[in-house]
């Protein structure tokens, strides 16, 4: 069949990012049976014991409830169901000293939606002319370049590298004397701790990036998928921030429920209603079966117990071997960093003044049974010819604690080779 596509059809049935790099990881997964991988690309979270027997524990109480058939057999409010709204807008005012009310809360089917939402609700074209979509600190969830029905309108800023040479670690800082936001601005969006780098923006770096924002009525989205209060995938102190034109973007997914897509948005009425809106007219509203367990574990308290207790300590040993390996097996005299491991579930590895790219180191660490992430794909709305996009990899925390050992010995030896020459 010879299908004649729009624009918008053409552009979204392309494979972008991540999702192009996996389906090459599936073929080569699937030519090399017998082979055997250490499978370091994954952003599926880790099922945990304790975590899935929550939501299974709320799922029998939802069975043996008389309000099943409501949340299962009947169509609900575009906004949210309204229980987990409740919880969320009691925990949040609670924990955060927050005057919020129902109407400062929106549910989606999962985050990756409300940003398709706002990318596209502030972004593109306007009568006035192109609006921006900023992302103020590059790289970051790649995801972001696929969401844009007009794909000129991600537009992303060259960090500032802050590099610690003694111990090979280094962190990305935005770069304010570059940063622009102005009246071609829609929004701005960055993640919190980010994907992929596991970098946290300061307190003070987010409040500079919101008052920049503020003078032009622009509307700043934090996505928090690893940040507090669940999961609580952050493994410095932060604390989540709001205000008049922040929108705080959460996700259940790796508070181990990525199978049900809940995604969570608080901000002023203006903005949820905008987003609602749209989302009534793409998908009516997120799965109700999802919501109802949910609203259970957040009035609780037990998911947010559970994320300090079981998610973030889990995830932060798997960072401390993955640190234990490099310091062991990486030679001291190689220019190799590491993103200081602030949060989220991956590792960022920098490889400066690399002789092959990342692409091409991808396919030597398949050769010995790695598969890892090229880092190029994580710069969308980057138009700088920049040498450092072509150096780093994006290392999965979800693997084993002997496989990630294991790794990191045999990436020490790629790498080596590929620095002298052999």
């Known amino acids: ?48 014991p304790e975590i899935e027997q929550m939501w299974r524990d709320y799922t029998i109480e939802l069975l043996d409830s008389p309000d099943y058939g409501e949340v299962v057999c009947r169509y609900g409010s575009s906004q949210g169901y309204q229980p987990l709204i409740d919880a969320v807008v009691t925990d949040f005012n609670h924990r955060y000293n927050l005057n919020l009310t129902f109407r400062n809360v929106l549910i989606t089917p999962g985050s990756q939606s409300l940003y398709f939402y706002a990318i596209n609700a502030f972004g593109g074209q306007t009568a006035g002319g192109m609006k921006q979509v900023v992302l ?14 007009v794909p ?4 992303a800023y060259k ?3 802050d590099i610690d040479a003694a111990n090979h670690r280094f962190k990305y800082r935005p770069d304010f004397s570059q940063l622009r936001i102005g009246e071609d601005t829609g929004c701005v969006l960055f993640s919190r701790p980010c994907n ?58 790796k508070a181990g429920l990525p199978g049900e897509r809940i995604g969570i948005a608080l901000g ?50 798997k960072f401390a071997v993955l640190e234990a390996g490099l310091t062991k097996f990486m030679p001291q005299d ?33 050769q010995v049974g790695i598969i890892a992430v090229p880092g190029s794909s994580f710069f969308p709305g980057l138009r700088e010819d920049w040498a450092h996009k072509q150096q ?21 030896a790629v790498v080596t080779g590929v620095y002298r020459g052999n």
Not at 152 to 155: K, P, V
Not at 207 to 236: C, E, G, H, M, R
Not at 282 to 294: F, K, L, T
Not at 341 to 356: K, S, V, Y
Request: contains cysteine; negative net charge.
């Open 152 to 155: 000129d309108s991600i537009f």
């Open 136 to 149: 103020p600190l590059s790289p970051d969830y790649t995801g972001y370049g696929g969401m844009a029905i």
């Open 334 to 366: 190689l220019p190799w960093y590491l993103h200081r491991g602030e949060g989220a579930i991956f590792a960022w590895m920098w490889f400066q003044d690399l002789p092959i790219t990342d692409w091409e180191l991808y396919e030597a660490l398949k």
């Open 1 to 48: 069949m010879n299908l004649a596509l729009s624009q918008i059809g053409t552009q979204m049935s392309n494979l972008t990012g991540v999702r192009a790099i996996m389906k090459d990881i599936q073929e080569t997964l699937t030519a090399r049976k017998g082979q055997e991988f250490i499978n370091l690309s994954a952003g599926n979270p880790v099922i945990l």
């Open 196 to 253: 992929p780098t596991g970098n946290v923006l300061t307190d003070e770096e987010v409040y500079k990036i919101a008052d920049l924002a503020a003078s032009y009525d622009v509307p700043v989205l934090i996505d928090s998928a690893y940040a507090p209060p669940f999961p609580s995938l952050n493994f410095t102190e932060m604390t989540p921030i709001f205000g008049d034109n922040i929108l705080h973007c959460m996700s259940l997914s």
């Open 159 to 161: 960090p500032t590298l």
């Open 268 to 317: 002023s009425e203006k903005l949820i209603g905008i987003l609602e809106s749209f989302q009534t007219n793409m998908c009516i509203h997120s799965s109700r079966y999802g919501q109802a367990i949910a609203a259970k574990a957040v009035a609780s308290g037990r998911l947010a117990d559970l994320a300090t207790t079981v998610i973030r300590p889990y995830y932060q040993q």
């Open 392 to 412: 780093c990899i994006r290392i999965s925390l979800t693997a084993g604690d002997a496989e990630i050992a294991t790794a990191m010995e045999r990436l020490a």
